[in-house]
């Protein structure tokens, strides 16, 4: 009889268990899982679409400009943007090539002059920071970025700003690298892989109107000469000579 008593007199005597660890709840990685697969999929899509499509770029300063993105069946991509140089000052054309990467200086509507183009590069390299008005990236090199499952970034459905069509997912980058693979920002998509709008620090690109299919190539806006590419910093001020 004595030992049943003792029995539960141990028993008694353990401490009760805690309450369990809290886990985060699976859902959450679930869904980033997910927004970051569909991303993945709607610019694989954009990779495969060959358009010609006017942007609406409200910039921080300003007025409103028309930015002309054309991709074509062979890969070749033009992006015509205003103001794209010199502070503002001078609109140019980025173009891709099987001869090369351009800049090309597109002539103001007030004056009859022709463009002219110059070599920068090669069809796959970086446009150096000093010419680079970041406009192009959305419908270039960025969209290897956003279908590399291996690119350091966070991934979350967004609301779509007013007025604009598709899905919208908010990119978020994660490494601490000064060289980030992209910009940070709200990206867009319609269902068939046409960007509707991207939105980032230099600005908001919003699509205008629907596209039109695309040419079997690009061509440049003017002929190649030896002259030097315009950087996007506005040119010192001169002073006069007494």
């Not at 569909?38 to 990779?47: C, I, S």
Request: with cysteine; aromatic share 4%; glycine share 10%.
């Amino acid at each position: 009889m004595a030992l049943p008593a003792l029995l539960v007199s141990c028993t008694a005597d353990q401490p009760a268990a805690g309450p369990p660890t809290p886990t985060a709840p699976p859902s959450a990685a679930a869904g980033a899982d997910a927004a970051r697969d569909e991303l993945a999929a709607l610019a694989a899509a954009a990779q495969d679409r060959h358009l010609v499509a006017s942007y609406t770029l409200r910039g921080t300063d300003g007025p409103d400009r028309t930015v002309l993105v054309t991709t074509a069946g062979d890969g070749s991509w033009r992006v015509d943007v205003p103001g794209g140089a010199l502070g503002g000052g001078v609109d140019v054309s980025l173009a891709a090539t099987a001869d090369g990467l351009f800049q090309c200086a597109l002539p103001p509507a007030t004056r009859p002059e022709a463009a002219s183009c110059v070599r920068v590069g090669d069809t796959d390299d970086a446009l150096p920071r000093r010419l680079d008005p970041r406009v192009q990236h959305p419908f270039t090199d960025w969209l290897d970025v956003l279908t590399d499952r291996r690119s350091p970034l966070s991934v979350s459905p967004a609301q779509p700003p007013p007025g604009v069509a598709g899905a919208c997912y908010s990119v978020e980058t994660t490494s601490a690298s000064i060289n980030a693979p992209l910009d940070a920002g709200i990206y867009c998509y319609d269902a068939d892989g046409t960007p509707t709008a991207v939105h980032t620090a230099a600005g908001t690109l919003t699509l205008a109107g629907p596209p039109a299919p695309g040419p079997a190539t690009v061509q440049l806006a003017g002929p190649v000469t030896e002259g030097e590419p315009l950087g996007t910093a506005a040119p010192e001020p001169t002073t006069g000579t007494a």
